[in-house]
């Protein structure tokens, strides 16, 4: 058993879709991992202003809260079945 691990992933990111995602957190949820796996609408892959916001900017908010839980001694939620 792994993590706990944060996976992240923008549902507008074209070069690494939805799909491939939701399949690693799939994977890593069947060897016994802990996966916190958040999407976020909207985001990309990465930012380019004026244009698309990158999923690493747009949940920086959660990114740090998540890291600072940890840092607390708060036990990660898992997001597995």
Known sequence: MAGPLLLLQGE??????KAMTDEVAGSLCRTGSRVDYRTYP???HDTYPGQVTGVDDGAMP????WIGDRFD????????A
């Open 12 to 17: 507008a990111d074209t070069l690494v879709t």
């Open 42 to 44: 909207g985001l990309a």
């Open 62 to 65: 959660d990114i740090l809260a």
């Open 73 to 80: 001694g708060k036990r990660a939620t898992s997001t597995c």
